[in-house]
């Protein structure tokens, strides 16, 4: 009595021999292979990651940059900077982008802008990232009272007001490149806390982890080892969309003065300088080269991620409403 | 239902107490003296520091001149008095609490009568043109800075307009109260209000079209659709009103934060709200104005989560009240 | 154990030398209440009071329907929960009272199959590293050595050990149970407890896995708890079998006895489920029960006998008593927990139903009858 038996009775083509290329006919791919396939076809997407690495070469080489081109971003060029009556002097051959009412280069100030605004945009994300990731995962394995504290201590941080808690904080410690960057931070975790506690809700009942623990994982690896892997699509998504939301909120606190403080070249702090005695209603170009700075970088931040968010979430979208 | 909402309020209170100590903390905790120093004036004998000190009560441990605090705030409305023109900090929040209020309600109104139908759209026809253009849309105003979107529709709408075609279409500058003359009032803020809600409908309609498509994908709407319903009936019976929970909860809390003070749209437009009032007390080291104007924002907000979860308990009859 | 297909493993064990000794094994979950302090308000009694044995280099088969416990008794058993109560011993080393730093070596020597070949092995990592991870965590070989091993295992499944880098998704169902399979050998464990390894594959793959199951018995000598809802899948494989109901053991003996001579009412119903004309003729009758309504709640099981609600043949005594284990006089081995046992080709009417059983589960309305019966073949012997 074997299960051969079994065999005639049930299984006339039974399934193909387990073969060294059979996997391969089938055509399995790794998740991550097809993200990428449906990503390729997504040109904005691939535009916008071009240009955000494009971004960041620049603002690492920035130095390099203005050197090359002559002209420190703060370096003050009152003959050729400023006209006769001492107002800045627009966009030309000496000047590409013109220059602000200290005769400074503009073009320069907004290279040098651009590592503030990734250097905040991207640093505030990872160490929210790394903290929302942590917590989410204690909060979402062990449940429970654990779970209820933390999710509780996430939400009331989620209802924090932004903009009253910086005022009050600069109002304290007095603004700085640092506490824009822990502000951000701070600000950005519980989000990403939740969605990873979402998560890790539906993966620890699946039966991998529990394979996991009969093999004798304990539980920080089974969290770390098993379920963060299958975190990180989501990871990628979210992060890629709160870098955005974190150079807009670095240049917002910038023009109102509590962020980064001059003569630093930052975004806001320039458009917040342009303001000064309406100075953009004579001289455009301080208001629209780092508006334009602004915007782009965060339009490319947020088609990469909403790339992302479709590639390896092809679900998402299917209506079951019909004609 | 009353027990719920008894227990909400109490909550509601630990909350505002909670948060007016740490504010307290935060500003008053330092250095007595400092603080002390701050309000007499730069060339303020040590005498005059002491007196002072005295005076404000900073003699006095900080759990005392917290709870001072508080109770005078409850029960006789007092939140202090202007460091710099010794009015009390209470006449300054009523005289800007009408300019925050209106940018913010006629704002809500502006973002929500965008935002949702243009949602609904996108998520009925998913991948579409129009589900296209709704996303460029929604994209682009998110990536516009809001205080950038300000100065941009300032430069064209308003100094363009005015100074170079001579249209004085978008007066801007000034806020004219509602009481004095509505139509003013009206035309004043109308620079203000698109400004503030493009951004926000940017964000309601990702967030309605997310949340509806999340509810047509349910195997629901095709029960009810295969039961013979109409298309319409089932898209907004079933369909849009499921979907607007999430919406709900968003509004609540951005309708408390702006409250406390719509900061960017203030500042950009030289509205003088709460936000402007804050920020310019921020910058003038005015710490009593700074921390009433912080205090009343952050009731707002505890006060609109609440009436969330109220008003969820109320339309959800699936949330548990216990 | 009498069997005549007794399996020629590698080393012979001598008779009643037991590997798994599980005695009056309890776990209940506690249900609580949904408010804060979350009171304990019932308990769900999954597994209430089972005793069984399986012994060296055999497979006992457990059987039942779907919330009966044996899915919990696996996981008790594999200490992936603690046990309410009870003993469970492998090789006379008690394990219910084991600290968490002795666990280790316990989980050398008890593994599991899992049910899901999709679910149970985790989609973001390769081949290598899943089969690598037993390895890892209890201080195997390393690098190259590792590596090595893992493709002797992939072989030794009958995969290729050209798959070390493959992601699970690349792989079809069966494969991917003999992923799990493989997985499960790594620590060259004992015991190994199968939890519904094949009901989740093609019919036509579920032979091919039984059978590596059987040659992998043959040449590591193991033991397996072999966990199934569906009687034929277990009979193949089986020395023993054990029908489960609500959490209790009803029967339990050797496979020729038990498939040939089923007392309990509960087993001959799961029997005639079986399309399995060989075996109704054994049984001599070939008349199919199906059973009506659904298993009672675990969280308050019937009095007395938990079957009589949908018993055909219960009688008052049974909602009053519960019966007891008792050996069959043909064999001892052969046990059974029934006040009225079926006797050999006594047919199950409906007129046995009794009344007395509807009133255990109140407010229902009543059927006229709860078993239906649909002869086949009246009488054939």
């Known amino acids: 009595m074997s299960a051969t038996d079994l065999v005639d009775i049930s299984d006339p083509g039974g399934e193909p021999a387990p073969t060294a290329d059979a996997p391969a006919k089938i055509a399995g791919r790794t998740p991550m292979q097809l993200a990428l396939r449906r990503l390729r076809k997504d040109k904005l997407a691939i535009i916008s990651a071009v240009f955000i690495v494009l971004l960041i070469l620049v603002a690492i080489f920035a130095p390099v940059i203005t050197a090359v081109i002559g002209h420190g971003p703060n370096v003050q060029f009152p003959n050729t900077g400023l006209d006769a009556f001492g107002t800045p002097v627009g966009p030309g051959k000496h000047f590409l982008f013109g220059t602000d009412e200290l005769g400074r280069d503009v073009l320069s100030r907004v290279i040098y802008g651009a590592r503030v605004s990734l250097a905040i945009g991207i640093g505030a994300t990872l160490i929210s990232l790394i903290i929302g990731m942590v917590v989410g995962i204690f909060a979402g394995f062990y449940g429970g009272p654990v779970d209820t504290f933390l999710s509780r201590f996430m939400d009331l941080l989620l209802s924090f007001p932004f903009l009253l808690l910086a005022i009050a904080l600069v109002a304290r410690f007095g603004p700085s490149f640092q506490l824009v960057l822990y502000l951000l931070a701070f600000f950005g975790w519980p989000a990403i806390g939740r969605l990873v506690r979402g998560q890790v809700l539906a993966l620890k009942e699946r039966e991998f982890v529990e394979a996991a623990r009969s093999l004798g994982s304990n539980n920080l690896r089974i969290m770390f080892v098993d379920i963060l892997p299958n975190l990180l699509p989501l990871a990628v998504v979210y992060s890629t969309l709160l870098v955005p939301i974190n150079i807009v909120a670095e240049a917002t606190l910038s023009f109102l003065g509590l962020g980064v403080q001059l003569p630093t070249a930052s975004w806001g702090g320039m458009i917040s300088e342009s303001q000064n005695g309406s100075l953009y209603q004579v001289a455009w170009w301080l208001l629209v080269f780092p508006s334009i700075a602004l915007f782009l970088v965060t339009l490319a931040f947020n088609l990469l991620g909403d790339g992302l968010r479709d590639a390896l979430d092809p679900r998402s979208g299917r209506s079951q409403l019909g004609k | 239902m009353f027990s719920f909402v008894v227990r909400r309020v109490i909550y509601l209170v630990i909350v505002l107490l909670i948060l007016s100590f740490l504010t307290y903390l935060l500003f008053f905790g330092g250095n007595p003296g400092n603080i002390a120093a701050q309000v007499v004036g730069r060339n303020a004998t040590a005498a005059q520091i002491a007196n002072t000190r005295i005076r404000l009560g900073l003699n006095h441990s900080l759990l005392y001149q917290w709870w001072h605090y508080v109770t005078q705030a409850v029960f006789h409305g007092n939140l202090g008095t202007d460091f710099q023109n010794q009015e009390p900090v209470i006449t300054e929040i009523k005289q800007a609490l009408p300019v925050t209020a209106s940018l913010t309600i006629g704002g809500a109104i502006l973002w929500m009568l965008l935002g949702i139908p243009i949602g609904i759209q996108s998520a009925t026809k998913p991948r579409s043109i129009r589900d296209r253009l709704s996303t460029i849309f929604a994209l682009t105003f998110l990536s516009i800075p809001s205080f950038v979107l300000g100065l941009v529709m300032l430069y064209f709408l308003f100094f363009d307009l005015t100074d170079h075609a001579h249209l004085h279409w978008f007066p801007s500058g000034t806020y004219v109260p509602i009481t004095q003359n509505v139509g003013q009032w009206f035309v004043h803020m109308i620079l203000p209000w698109i400004s503030i809600a493009l951004v926000s409908a940017a964000v309601y309609t990702r967030l309605m079209r997310a949340s509806l498509l999340d509810v047509l994908g349910e195997d629901y709407i095709r029960t009810a659709r295969a039961k013979g319903l109409p298309r319409r009936t089932v898209l907004f019976k079933h369909g849009v009103r499921a979907a607007l929970s999430p919406i709900v909860t968003q509004f609540g809390l951005d309708i408390g934060t702006l409250l406390g003070g719509a900061v960017i749209t203030e500042q950009v437009f030289s509205l003088q709200g709460i936000g402007k009032l804050s920020l310019t007390s921020l910058f003038s080291k005015n710490l009593p104005v700074v921390s009433g104007t912080i205090l009343l924002g952050a009731a707002f907000i505890v006060i609109f989560n609440a009436i969330v979860d109220v008003l969820y308990a109320v339309l959800d009859p699936r949330v548990r009240l216990s | 154990m009498s069997t005549v297909t007794a399996p020629a493993g590698p080393t012979v064990h001598p008779a009643g030398d037991n590997l798994l000794e599980i005695t009056d094994l309890v776990k209940h979950f506690p249900i609580k209440s949904g408010s804060l302090l979350g009171r304990t308000v019932g308990q769900v009694r999954a597994v209430d009071g089972v005793t069984l044995s399986v012994r060296r280099g055999r497979t006992l088969g457990l059987v039942g329907e779907s919330g009966c416990g044996k899915s919990t008794l696996a996981r008790v058993v594999t200490a992936l929960q603690p046990a309410t109560s009870g003993s469970i011993k492998l090789n006379g080393t008690e394990l219910t009272t084991l600290r968490s730093g002795q666990m280790r070596g316990l989980r050398r020597q008890v593994q599991m199959v899992f049910q899901d070949p999709y679910g149970s092995l985790n989609p973001r990592r390769r081949v290598g590293s899943i089969l690598g991870e037993p390895y890892a965590i209890h201080d195997g070989p390393k690098g190259k050595d590792r590596q090595q091993a893992v493709q002797q295992l ?228």
Request: aromatic letters at 6%; glycine letters at 6%.
């Open chain 3, 154 to 381: 992939l072989e030794r499944v009958g995969l290729s050990s050209d798959h070390y880098n493959r992601f699970p998704t690349e792989f079809s169902g069966g494969q991917r149970q003999r992923l799990g399979i493989a997985r499960a050998l790594a620590l060259r464990p004992e015991l190994v407890v199968c939890d519904e390894p094949v009901s989740a594959l093609d019919v036509s793959i579920q032979a091919q896995v039984l059978n590596l199951l059987e040659d992998l018995q043959d040449e590591f000598g193991l033991t397996y708890l072999f966990i199934a809802h569906d009687l034929s899948v277990v009979r193949h494989v089986s020395d023993e079998v054990a029908v489960m109901y609500l959490g209790k053991i009803v029967e339990r003996g050797p496979v020729e006895s038990l498939y040939s001579r089923p007392r309990h009412p509960y087993t001959n119903a799961l029997l005639s489920a079986v399309p399995d004309p060989s075996a109704a003729a054994q049984r001599g009758t070939s008349t199919r029960i199906v059973l009506t309504g659904d298993v009672p709640s675990p969280a308050a099981p019937p009095s007395g006998c938990r079957f009589h609600t949908r018993c055909p043949k219960a009688q008052d005594l049974c909602s009053q008593e519960e019966p007891l284990l008792r050996p069959t006089p043909e064999d001892p081995e052969h046990v059974f927990a029934c006040h009225y046992p079926v006797a050999a080709g006594e047919p199950l009417s409906i007129g046995t139903w009794s009344e007395s059983a509807q009133a255990a589960v109140p407010r229902r309305a009543p059927s006229p009858a709860r078993t239906s019966i649909t002869k086949n073949r009246e009488g054939s012997a």
